[in-house]
Structures are given as C-alpha cells and as structure tokens.
C-alpha cells in the first residue's frame, strides 16, 4: 500500500452537521486500510498560525463516536482570511507563510481541507504558494457547490427547516395567522426552497428571484378567498426588502442581530394586509443537529474517497457526488462553478406547479 | 347513562401541542360512552359572539385523525376578553350577555373549556354571570398552575426547546462561542429551567431569580477557565435586562418583536466578556409540535375526566394530575394557585447542584 | 391549457412513506394548474375490479394535509395481480378486461400509476392491452429501479433503520453484546448498505454478496481484539443462510413470519463465538413514518411533472429522479433496468473503505 | 462541606436510557459540590468481582458528554447474582463477600446503586451483610417501582414505542390490516398502557388483565363495523396466551427468541377473524434511545440528590420522584412497593373511556 503517510485534516468555514463524521471516515480510511498517521488540526488555518501549531492526533477511538455527533471537533472558524489577516489593531496583513510553515511543522505528507466555496478558494492559494498537496470535501448547507450534487450539512440543514415549518403550521392554522420563517442561505435560495415545499409553505422568497409585497399579500389574500384563514412563509435570510438590500442581514458578517428580512416581512404584511403576523428566525440550530443518515454517508463516502485521492496522489482535487457515486474533480473546477437556484430548475417549476408564491418570475 | 346531554368544547389561549388531543377524547368519551352530542366552539369566546354561533358538530370520525395533530382544530385566539372587549375604533365594551346568550343558542348543557389560568378566570366568570355549566381542561406550555403537576403542552414545549438546546451545543463547540436560546414563558421559568437541565445549558435566566451581567460573565470565565471554551445560555422571553424591564419583551401583547432579552444578553456579554455571541429566539416553534405521548396522555386522561364532571354534574371544577391520577378541583382554586419557579424547588436544587449559573440567590 | 379532463391516480405495491405526498402534487397540479379532475382509485387496482368502480374525487381541500401523512389514503395491496386473479376457492383467472372496464366507466383520459417494478409492469400490461394512457412515479423503500436515483419511500425507510442502529448501539455497549438488526430489502440491499454506514455497523449482510458465518465471527473476533465489547449487525431480510435459501423469509408472500434470517444469524453467531446475541426485526415500521424531507421533495417533484406528461400526450412513460432534474423515461426502459447492489458501487467501497465486513468478496 | 469522601457508583440490571445522565450528574455534584472523588464500578457488581476491581475514576471532562448518551458507560449486566453465581460448570455458589472485599479494595466510603428492583434488593442485601454505605437510584423502563412515580427510562421507552405505534397506523390503514406491536414489560403493562393511549391503539393487552381472543376479535369486529378497515393491538410481552403462558416470552432470561406472544396474536387473530395480521416486535430499540429530556431532567435530579443522601449519612435510602419533587426512602420499602397497574388506574379508566379493548375486566 506504498509508503506511510502522515496527512492533516481541517474544518474550514460554518460548522453544519455530517463534519465530525467526514473526519471519522478520513482517520478510518488513512489509518485502518492504509497505516498512516492522521493529524487533526485545529479551527480551520488558525491551528496551522499557532507555535507549535495547534492539532492532535486522531485515532480510530477518539473518532469512533463522531458519526453522530454535530459540528466539529477540531473546532473551525469563518474568520481569519490568511490572506488579509485581522490584527488586534483592525489592520490587515499576509500571513500565508505562517501557515504554510505551520503545514511543514507538523510534517504533513498531504492535507484534506472540508470546507464550502469561500474556504477551498483560500485553502487551495495556500496551496498553490506553498506547493501543499491538498485534497477537498465540499460541505455547505447552502449547497450552492455546482460540481458536486450534495454536499455535507445540507440534508440535515433542509430536515431542520422543515420541522420548524411542520410545527408553526399547526399554530398559524390555530391562531389565522401568517406565519413566516426565516432560514439561512447567505447567497443562494435552496435550503428555502427545499424546506419550503417539504413543508407545504405557501410563499418562498429566495434571493435569486424577485418578489413584491404585493404579490405577496396578493397571495395571502387568495389564499382566504380559498377559505383557508393562515398561511406560512418562508424566507432565506439573502432576501433583500422592496428597496434592495437596506435591511441589515441577520447572520452577516460575524454578527448576531435579529429582525432582518423576517421581520421586516412580518411588518410589511401586517401593515397591508391586516393579517396577524409572526416571525420565526431559525439560526444557528440549523447547522447543529445530529447529522441525517443521507449527510452521514455522504460525509463517509467523501472521507474514504478523499484518501484515496491522497494515496493515488490526486491533488489539488475535491470529492463530489453524482449520480450516485463519488468522483473528483479538479478544486478550480469545483470552486468555479457556483449553482444558486436557477429558474429553470425542476425544483422551481415544482414549487409553481403547486401554486406556491416564488416572486415575480 | 342517564339523560342525553348537548356538550360543547372550546379552547382558548395560546395554543399548544395535545389540545386536539383533548378534544378527541372529550369526543370520544362523549358520544361513545354517554351517547351525547359534542360541538366544538369556534375560536375561544369569538365563536359564541358570532351570530349564529360558529362552531362544528364533532364526530368520532372527524375527531379520529387529532391525537398526533399539534395545535387546535377550532382554533384559539389570545385577545378578545369578553368584558372589555375592543371595538374597530379601538374602545372597549363588556359583551359577556352576547357569549352567555351564544351558548343558549347552541342548546348546550354544558361547556368545557381548555385554557390557562387567564382564559378559565374570564370562563369562570362567564359561567358564574350566565349560570352555564363548566368544566375546565388545564393547558399552559408555561406549567405555572399550581394545582395540578402539568398542564397540557408543557412536555411538548420542553422537548422542543431542549432540542434546540442540544443543536446549539454542537455549533457553539466548533465555533467557540456563547450561544443564547430565548424561550418562552411569559411570567414564569418552567420551560427554561426544565429545558437548560436537560439541554445541559451552563446558565439559566428566568423571571423568579434576579441575575446580573457580571454574574454571567464570571460564570462564563469559570468555564473558559476550565478548559472549555464555549457556553450555552438559556434565557425565559420575561427576564428583565438589569435595569428592570425596559427591554421590549418578544412576544408581547400581539406583537411579533425579536430582538428582546436574549438579543439583549448576547449584546452585553459580548462587550463585556468579548466572547463571540449568537442568539436563536425560539418562538412559535415551541407552540407548534406533533404532541409528546406524555402531553397526549395527560390530554386523553382529561378529556375523559371532564366528560366524566359532566355526567356527575360536578361542574366549575377542573382537572388535574396529581400523583398519577386525575384529580378534580373547583376552578376557583386553581386559578388561585399560580405556580412560579419557586428557589426550593428540587429542580432550583438540581440545577444548582451541576453548578448552572442561576443568577443571585 | 388545452382540454379538461378527467384522470385517476392510483397506489400499488408494498406502501412507503411519501405516497401521500404524491398523491396531493398531482391533484394540486391537475386542478390548481389544469382544471382538470382528478379522482383517487381505491387499493391498487382492486377498486377497479369493484362495481361500480371504488374512487373517490380528490379536491385541493381533502388532498391538503397529506404533505406529512405516511402511506396512501387509496389504500394499496400487493396481492390481487389481475392476469392470475386468485378466487376463494384458490384458482387463478385473468380478470385484466374487468379492469380495463373499471377505468372506461370512471371515465378517465388517463392514469397515474405510483409503484415498484412489479406493479408497474402489471399496469403497463393493463395499458397496452386496454389501450389506456398511463403515467408512472416510482416509489419503493428498496430503491431498486435502476433509471431513478432515488425512489419514494427509500430515504425515510433508511432512516428509521439508521435511527433503530443509533438505539441499538448504547444498548449493544451497555450489555457487551453483538445485535443484530433486519431490515427490509426483498431482494436489493440497499437500505442494509445505507443504514449501515450512517448507522455505524459493524457488519452488512446484503443479498448481492455471500458471506460465512466464520468471516462474521472473525471480524466480532477482530473488534474485540481491537478492544471493543460489542457489535452491531445489520442484515437484509432476503440474505440466506449458509446453506441456500432454507430459511423462511421474515415478510415474504403475505406471510408475517418472524425468526428468519436474523434469528439465524443470532443463533449462529451465539454457538460459534460465545457472544451474548439479541435481535430486532424492524418490520413494518420502515414503511410508515412520516415521510423525510428530501421524500417529499421527490413526491411533490414527481406528482407535478406526471401530470405534465398527461398534459403533453407523452404516456407510457415515467418520472425518474436524475442529476438533480426529473426526467421522464419509458416506462418499459424503467422497468428493465433492474439495480441491485453491484460490487462496484461506491457505498460498498465505502463501507469497506470503513471497515465493515461485507461478506466474501 | 465535611469530609472528602471517595464514593463509587454502578449500574445494574437491563440498560435504559438516562443512566448515563445519572452518571453525569453524581460525578458533577459529587466533584463540583463536595469535591470528593468518583470511582464508576465496571458492569455492575461484575466488576467489584474482578481482581483488581475493574473501575474507572469519574471526572468532570469524561462524564460532560453524557447528557445525551444513552446506556452506560459503566456497562450493566441483568446476570450475575452474586448470591448465587454461575460458574462456567452451571453451578451456582455465594459470591457475595468477594464483592465486599472488592468495595473495599476500592477504598470506598459509599456507593450509588441504579437498579430496578431486582438489582435493588441485591445491593441491599449486600450492603447490609458488608455493612456498606448504600444510596439508591430508581430506573427502570417498566416503571414498576411504587415510591416513585416515575423510574429513570420509562419515559423514552413509551416515546419509543408511541413513535413506532404512529408509523404502524399509516401501514395498517394503507393495507387494511391489524398490526401487533410487542413492547417491554416483563412484569408490568406500564408501557405498553401508556403508548397505546399516545399511540391510539385499538387494543391494548396487558399481563394485569385477562383476555380472550375472542374479545379481541370482537373489538375488531366493532371497529369494521364502523367503517374503519384497519386496528392497532400493543401488547406486553409478558402476557400469556389464552392457556397460560406456554408461549415462549420474547425476552426471557438472556434469550433471544422472536415469536412470543406477538406472534401468538397475529396467528390466532389472522386465524379467528380473516384478517390479515402483521407483527412487530420492537424489542431492544426500547431501551437504547437517547434520553428524552423528561428522563433526563429526572436523571440529574436523582443523581445530584443521591450525592447529598451521601453528605447527609442519609444510607440505605433511594431517591424518589413524588409531587415534582425529588424525596428519599428507604431502601427496604421502595422495593416492597412493587406496582403493577391497577384495574382502578387513571390510565385504565381513560382507555376503557376512549373504547379501547383492555381485556375481559
């Protein structure tokens, strides 16, 4: 099986669930079939910038209770570009080096960087200017990876979604109200999308797709004229108000603020429509749950594969999945092709073919 | 079976999760049992205003499909008290004699209703005006009548609430931050003591215990000095920030306003402890969900009973759990025993006892 | 939207979660997008054999709150083909023309039929014979129908088996013991393969790939040795002993046997390796959850874009699941292409890749 | 705060979930609170037997993660009497002084036992013969122990088995069937009474009430007269067929046998009444859920509570769960009140109330 390896892994960008049981696959795979040393490296490049850089070892016991488990145990941050690194001073500077002699430090043969489309980008110039052999695995809930037909946190992101719409049915119908979600998405529609016809919403306004407070209240009102006296909304949180994106995002930028476009949703219809309206801001529980069987065997898929990418020498590729099955692409490929909803997709003609309110098309 | 009775069932208040429930056993006990007629009553009291009545014969085939329904099929309304109720210009009028009035005309022999401590004092006042005959059914996902040991909804409520707790866990751990879950409970802590015991929450804030921002910050500190380097805060949605209750609360008065308490404690930990904050404000969702077989239980065990009060004619008395049975009570006092979190409470213990952070005792 | 007409949906086969479902797209689309109406046949094609015909008018109202309701309101059999009907007395006759008289009385334009290869074939059989315009959705928890990617009803079969793994392996650690847990899958092993992996089996017995009761207890042998107390197994309803097929399957032909396959792999690893050994046959729940996100996004994609196919003339054919697209595909394709397991699937490298025992390659 | 004391805990008879939180919670009071130290004894009184003891230091870092866990770390055994211990040639000998000596090999000044009341009276007989400083906790999924109202497990089991009820009612009505579902109870029909009132079950079999086949079949009977094509029977495997119990018991003394008394009923009411019958034996799932948060909530309760009984001297008594709060007794008498379900039961009254077949009364 050649020579022994020792290979790092990092966690990169949003936690979303499936993440702690990619690595358990990676350890499997590197150690169990192949005899190499695997070293977990913690929160995404910010353990490659301590001395000595901060990473442990990982084993098949201290990984075999990760199938189940949310989020990541090396930790991972969203912040920290290496590239225009944030002093304490708030001024920015190059500390790519560091990271990649943190890489050498550490001895690694070859590193598998999880992360969504943000992340692979910098990971693989750190590559590039470090001459590093990385291999990718795609994780975003967003799902908006275009090469690769799922990636990991998405299935259990949509599983969550879809609950909270289950459970405010039965308190909008309870109480006439409009009810309205909203969920993450910071670019791309498709966790709305999906969660939004599993869960039988009535409107759905996803950031690729205009829409107006007319015509949402239009098919608020058509839905009383039916007899039906509530109606449940769903929003991703990209979705600008009337006016463009005035409305402060309610995730963005590393801050925690509530009443974005939710809320300003919930305002509007109440003030034209006379409804009662609530809102509901899912957050942050949509990327923590337990991961879905579909998110666990897409990660494990994805985590065997990317070390076999490792030990064929296949670098600067990253595991993706269609047609059922797992097959590589080159990372500039994967990261080059960006899929938000587009108009034109099955799910889009679904969501209309049932009479749901998508905007104006 | 003695003679044959026209009943009519009614819910009102916020709704929660096991009110169909109890009105399928109400049903079922009704006409299977006693053979009587069962009409369900449209939206609380607004029913018994309109003219005719609004309300629904029901069936046991109608009824057969709510015991996994969450929510109530007649619907429920919080506003609209009989005695001052509000008029389209915004005045206030006591239109009691039209609801008594409405219950004559629906030939009724008896009324049940599902409510809180506040929909059963507005009830029993009606009754007492109007010589009608009730039984009352406790629900409350606040669990705050101290007469019986749950209410219908609480469980359910708890179990939703701990789940999110148990999602934010996982993504407060990979990103190292303080994560803030605002609950319901209007005035008293049930659902955030309950739910951060069994969420494993660090600190838990409710209306019963005065906290400060310090003493949360400390508590944060012990942790981080632990070695751990995230926390999970559970907040009730009527905690006051320190200087009393300036902070608009979230689900106040008809309102749909985020950004109250637990927005409020993100902000002041986050300046004073400079841990990275997020806040999930969880709203509607604890009201929505298919009903725990605990709650649907407690929900058919009642309905049963009240159907039963009828029969012996036992009436202005309400069910109760006490020691595993149902126990019937006047309404009079059950309303009178409020029951907040009390500081010798075994849960106060219990949550003391695993060094949870409970504010000032 | 070209002429009104009147078409009819019916289920067939084993039931799944997500039929419901279905069944509520295709009357939304029918009526909301066509005017079209739509009428709901009675168990399969058992309605069609009663006189009159047994059907029920599917409305926007009644179909409504199918989205989340497990099963199929129609009714379904997988008894009664009508080529060799059987009689009371145990003779077969063909009764085809019966049917084919049942949906010229109801009047129908045309047909949707929701099934597994088996019923689908049936029903073709019936459209060519009868010069009847079919539609096809596929839908089987085993997922074996080659030309879709995915099913109805497979992923939330895979999930309650995941969840029953996810039970059974704290009580296998508790106990030191060796479950065994089996699944459905008459004849492909899919779901053993994907429960197993999210479910973190040790050990997947499928039927596509023989194993021995010693390469079981070597790999129990080979965790113990590595430390390890307990395991967990995961075993295919159609796997068969050692000697052939001499075991009774646990669902075949209308039987409800308990004690097959897993029994006997209980009893043999028990005698062989000393191992305390229990065993669940999770039966008929793999069928009747509410049905997962991702099948009502299948269901709800499908439903509409059969009633496309009716609404463009193209029948004889059938919706399919492909690249994130429905497509639709003659039925005669569909039903040719057949999909066990094959050796080469990346799920079975990746569970080897993992580890797993999978039988003797 | 006294003296520092080394206290051991142990876990014993049949797993269930929330012995790990009691686990958790003993380690986090007796550590956080006392600052004593916490020894965990190896597969209940099995590992006291070994030489050394086989036991592990409890520490706040290893028992954080067991909140959610279900099972026990600790391992748990329902063999093993040490009164009468098994040897490997079928004989039987007292044991029980090695135990003692391994208690105070361990060097300790008390011990918490969580057991049933089987493992309950073992411990206490033990400690009264060694003279050791017993504390007891109550867990049992059969809920059968009388001083407490509820026993730490029984609440997930009943979910687990409601949860597995609501499944079977869609595939019941979907194939117009009766489906069986056998739960746990060994002695007592606890769960089995309360998820068939949760899960609406048409019939519900219990070891405290006789019945006949032909009740049942009578019961079903009605319900086809009603117009409903489908019934769901639980039953305890406990009960006993029509002649006494000759069938086989499911779980019976480390068996593994499928085909009890499950199986009994679908044969003789498939045989009696013509309709078709599944069954379902739910079996080890029951106990293996992660813990709802009800056990979990009680869990840490009793566990806090059982280190303060240490403080306090308070030995020989268990904790109980008794009008929301938690209150010790003596060992001696919780075990004496056993409590099976009472024909007078609140929960029997609401399931005859609900016209459920109970058995000939």
Redesign the interface.
């Given at each position: 099986m050649g020579q022994t390896k020792r290979i790092g892994i990092l966690?990169s960008g949003g936690?979303c669930?499936g993440?702690n049981a990619a690595i358990r696959?990676v350890t499997?795979?590197a150690i169990?079939?192949y005899g190499w040393e695997v070293i977990g490296i913690s929160?995404a490049t910010l353990g490659l910038l301590s001395r000595p850089p901060e990473a442990i070892p990982l084993t098949?016991?201290n990984t075999?209770p990760l199938?189940?488990?949310?989020?990541?145990?090396l930790?991972?941050?969203n912040k920290g570009n290496p590239f225009a690194f944030p002093s304490a001073e708030g001024e920015f500077s190059d500390r790519s080096d560091e990271i990649i002699q943190g890489y050498h430090q550490l001895g690694l043969d070859a590193m598998i960087g999880v992360g969504g489309d943000g992340s692979l980008a910098i990971l693989r110039r750190l590559a590039q200017q470090g001459n590093l052999n990385l291999v990718a695995i795609p994780k975003t809930i967003d799902n908006d990876l275009g090469s690769t037909?799922r990636s990991i946190g998405f299935?259990t992101a949509?599983?969550?979604a879809?609950e909270?719409l289950?459970?405010?049915?039965?308190?909008?119908?309870?109480?006439?109200r409009v009810?309205i979600l909203e969920v993450m998405g910071r670019d791309a529609g498709h966790i709305a999308l999906?969660?939004g016809?599993?869960?039988?919403a009535d409107i759905i306004l996803i950031p690729e797709i205009g829409y107006t407070i007319d015509g949402v209240c239009q098919a608020i009102s058509q839905i009383q004229a039916?007899?039906r006296?509530f109606a449940v909304v769903v929003v991703a949180e990209a979705v600008c108000d009337e006016g463009g994106c005035q409305v402060t995002q309610t995730h963005a930028q590393?801050q925690?603020r509530?009443?974005g476009i939710?809320?300003y949703l919930?305002d509007a219809i109440?003030q034209q429509s006379q409804a009662?309206?609530?809102?509901?801001?899912?957050?942050?529980?949509q990327?923590?749950?337990?991961p879905?069987?579909?998110d666990?065997?897409l990660a494990?898929?994805f985590g065997?594969?990317a070390?076999?990418l490792i030990a064929e020498g296949k670098y600067d590729h990253m595991v993706t999945w269609?047609?059922?099955?797992?097959v590589s692409v080159p990372i500039e490929d994967a990261i080059a092709q960006y899929r938000a909803v587009d108009p034109q997709?099955?799910?889009v003609?679904?969501a209309l073919?049932?009479?749901i309110y998508l905007g104006e098309q």
């Open positions: 966690t936690d669930a993440l696959a499997h795979r169990g079939t929160r098949l016991a075999y199938l189940t488990a949310g989020g990541t145990i930790g991972t941050t037909e299935d949509v599983n969550i879809t909270a289950d459970r405010l049915h039965f308190t909008a119908a309870s109480h006439s009810m999906n969660a016809i599993a869960g039988g039916q007899g006296n590393g925690s509530l009443g939710g809320q919930a109440a009662e309206t609530r809102v509901t801001v899912l957050g942050h529980v990327r923590g749950g337990i879905s069987p579909l666990r065997v494990t898929a065997v594969t070390v076999d269609q047609k059922r099955q797992v997709d099955t799910l003609k679904t073919g049932m009479g």
